[in-house]
């Protein structure tokens, strides 16, 4: 099978140029300047559109198994795939927990079933589950997942003996989520008093507080110092945050990287009054000063990798305040969009995106053969359009869930389409269930 793009805006490795992309059997043979002429079975007009990598989601939670009433491998690839994700890491709090070699086979079996587009799973460390690391496959998962704040599926580990034991013992990239729990609880109690039982949920950010982020992620800094561990901080928040983390640009020997979410690079907490617990998350979407501090930080290297923490909910479990409403949202089928959103308001450049959702997540994994439009590598591609405005529908979200903090927004970009390996899996507003990604692979030796 040959396919040739043509016509498009390609947007790779910091530049941006008109060319042709030359696919043959899901690998990309050839990008030129020339319009090749050989025959092909299927040509892709791409003019007026920027070609990009396939985005490479590092942070999302699909519920599959056990909380399937929310989402599953399936629904939330499909939205992966509309969103012009290709491939996704996903999380260990599921039921059962992502912490045991079984459980971690039992979801690739899933996944090659199920998922739409490219797939792996982060390994959960536990308070006394670092023995079986040493085991795990470390060419088949992009790392291990460490709650170090409390946070969805009861994985929280906070004993220093245990922090201590797992920062020595991982040798794989280490994802963490931080947020002290004694902090929050302090927050929590203090805000009962003051506002009831159910406190309403635009105080989410002063109990889940930038205090609470700093502390945590500041102890796995230090951590990740002493034990040379690659640390790589999850959903980053505050501004004081940021100043842990040095440039990284696109070197794979920084052992310490962030990553931002792109709810907290478009929401601020001011957007509880309007959109209410949609967009309560953990940790809590701030200040506009957060924001905008976390904005600059896309440019400067502080922040190394944008994902999405998708995290669906079935909307019954968004309603209530800080205690009663479910914290997480859908975002993945929107997150490129939104992202393209920032790049018309000038907060990046088009190819600085692509840095950040493509190259960055396959430099620091060591994800093979994936994240660049390079000769050799899957033809993992995303086709968007500016300047075609559309509204997000109910009717158009893949999610399982049925709803989004952005129903109702237009957005000016749209995907065209999403090729993965080769294959169209979404074009002309259908996704192609028909289509099943495939395994990442990944070399941790590179690191």
Not at 428 to 444: A, K, L, S
Request: glycine share 6%; hydrophobic share 40%; aromatic share 6%.
């Amino acid at each position: 099978m040959r396919l040739l793009i043509k016509g498009g805006h390609i947007v790779n490795e910091g530049r941006t140029s008109d060319g042709f992309i030359v696919i043959e059997d899901g690998n990309i043979i050839e990008i030129t300047k020339q319009q090749p002429e050989a025959s092909f079975d299927e040509t892709i007009d791409a003019s007026g559109c920027y070609v990009l990598p396939g985005v490479i989601d590092d942070h999302v939670h699909f519920r599959e198994p056990g909380l399937t009433a929310k989402a599953d491998i399936d629904t939330e690839s499909r939205a992966a795939a509309a969103g012009g994700v290709t491939s996704y890491f996903d999380m260990p709090n599921c039921v059962p927990q992502t912490t045991t070699l079984e459980a971690l086979e039992e979801k690739f079996a899933l996944a090659r079933e199920k998922s739409h587009v490219n797939y792996s799973f982060f390994f959960g460390a536990t308070n006394d589950n670092c023995d079986s690391f040493a085991q795990l496959p470390a060419e088949r998962i992009p790392g291990v997942k460490l709650f170090m704040g409390s946070s969805t599926g009861n994985m929280l580990v906070d004993r220093q003996e245990a922090l201590e034991r797992i920062f020595k013992t991982c040798k794989l990239p280490l994802m963490a989520h931080c947020e002290d729990t004694d902090i929050i609880n302090r927050n929590m109690e203090e805000a009962k008093k003051a506002w009831g039982e159910d406190p309403q949920v635009g105080l989410h950010a002063l109990i889940r507080s930038e205090e609470a982020c700093l502390a945590s992620s500041r102890k796995a800094v230090e951590l990740a110092k002493k034990y040379g561990t690659r640390l790589h901080v999850a959903h980053v928040s505050t501004a004081e945050e940021l100043e842990l983390f040095m440039v990284c640009r696109d070197s794979v020997a920084t052992k310490i990287t962030a990553e931002a979410c792109v709810g907290h690079l478009y929401f601020t907490q001011l957007d509880h009054e309007c959109l209410g617990a949609k967009i309560k998350v953990n940790p809590a979407i701030k200040t506009p000063v957060d924001q905008f501090m976390l904005r600059e930080a896309l440019n400067d290297g502080r922040i190394a990798i944008v994902a999405t923490d998708h995290a669906p909910h079935l909307l019954e479990q968004k309603q209530g305040g800080c205690v009663k409403a479910a914290s997480g949202m859908p975002m993945i089928q929107f997150s490129l969009v939104t992202m393209l959103e920032l790049v018309d308001a000038g907060v990046l450049t088009i190819e600085r995106l692509v840095e950040l959702m493509c190259h960055n997540p396959a430099r620091l994994f060591g994800v093979r053969q994936r994240g660049f439009l390079r000769k050799g590598y899957r033809a993992d591609i995303t086709i968007v359009r500016p300047k075609s405005p559309w509204t997000v529908t109910k009717d158009l979200i893949e999610s399982k869930c049925k709803w989004s903090p952005m129903e109702d927004h237009t957005f000016n970009w749209k995907v065209e389409r999403t090729l993965c390996n080769g294959h169209s899996v979404y074009a002309n507003g259908q996704v192609n269930t028909h289509i099943i990604g495939e395994e990442i692979r990944f070399n941790h030796s590179e690191l």
